[in-house]
């Protein structure tokens, strides 16, 4: 969810670089949680269908906002970003902790990405979403008040979400109690591994995803270059040099982005044959390092 890599990967810097920006964008987000309809569409109207049929909720992410619906029914929602942009974009979805304000979020964001992650409830979104391609997550979520992120680096390495790319949602009672579809694949997330799906035979699938903490966690998928194995990647991600000129060695495909402790989300994937990993950039609050930089990075093959 955080400090995707556009240049060869290296251990990142907290939010000192971009806190300015972060926080001139809050008048922004605050403007729009009152009422200011910006370029969002429409509320999604509720569905007439059954309490446990899945709803879609359709995001178009461009450079550097989202267009969504202001408001939805709480319950099952598969979630698709549509990446309208020229740079990839995410869609993490997170619902507010009871008493915090998007003025606490992106306050703690510009200093501490880790304080400003503690303030949310993680229920995913598709994230490494190419421009020109959709990807799909889907998750039950609670009523409350939710913010869409991209965390995603621009190339001036400011993330997305410091120059406007966050955009409220308010997810409207009753809660509906159901469980997310299971997937035709699944694999657990837990500190700091990636258990159960290292295979994957090409084209679509849906993957359901478990986080069995005891942190939040993602999985970014990445596709591999020619001769690089995911073996390679953490000394590229604990590497004190300057890293190299020129783009990293892998580029992303696709994912979900963090999940709670506990929950169990489904992403969809439509992948070609080839070497891929799993990624988590969630950064852990004793050490600030991205997941990945203590080992979670996890081999797949797509065959």
């Known amino acids: 969810m955080t400090q995707r890599r556009t240049s060869a990967p290296t251990t990142p810097n907290r939010g000192i670089r971009w806190s300015a920006a ?3 964008a809050t008048a922004l987000l605050v403007a729009a949680c009152s009422g200011s309809t910006g370029s969002a569409a429409p509320s999604a109207a509720a569905s007439d269908a059954p309490a446990a049929a899945v709803q879609d909720l359709a995001i178009t992410g461009t450079d550097y906002a989202f267009a969504a619906p202001a408001s939805i029914p709480a319950g ?3 979630v698709t970003l549509t990446n309208s942009g020229a740079e990839e974009h995410q869609s993490q979805v997170a619902k507010l902790a009871d008493g915090k304000t998007i003025e606490d979020l992106t306050a703690a964001l510009a200093t501490d990405e880790s304080a ?6 993680l229920a995913g979104g598709p994230t490494g979403v190419q421009p020109g391609t959709a990807r799909s997550t889907t998750s039950n979520l609670a009523p409350g008040a939710y913010v869409f992120l991209c965390f995603v680096p621009a190339a001036d390495g400011v993330p997305h979400l410091a120059k406007g790319m966050i955009a409220p949602l308010e997810v409207t009672e009753p809660a ?3 469980e997310v579809p299971a997937g035709d694949s699944a694999m657990t997330l837990q500190d700091f591994a990636f258990v ?10 849906t993957v359901t995803v478990t986080n069995a903490g005891p942190q939040p966690h993602e999985a970014t998928i990445v596709k591999l270059a020619d001769g690089v ?3 390679d990647l953490l000394a590229m991600f604990t590497s ?3 890293p190299p ?5 892998f580029t992303t495909a696709g994912g979900v982005a963090g999940v709670a402790v506990g929950s169990t989300i489904t992403m969809d994937v439509d992948l070609e044959p080839g070497n891929y990993a799993f990624l988590c950039f969630v950064p852990d609050p004793a050490s600030g390092a991205p997941h990945a930089a203590l080992g979670m990075i996890g081999p797949l093959t797509v065959e």
């Open 229 to 231: 194995a995911a073996t």
């Open 22 to 24: 972060v926080l001139a």
């Open 116 to 121: 400003g992650i503690a303030m949310l409830e």
């Open 245 to 249: 000129a020129g783009p990293p060695p």
């Open 76 to 78: 099952l929602t598969k």
């Open 176 to 178: 509906v109690e159901a």
């Open 240 to 242: 004190t040099e300057a």
């Open 196 to 205: 159960g799906l290292d295979t994957l035979s090409a084209g679509p699938h």
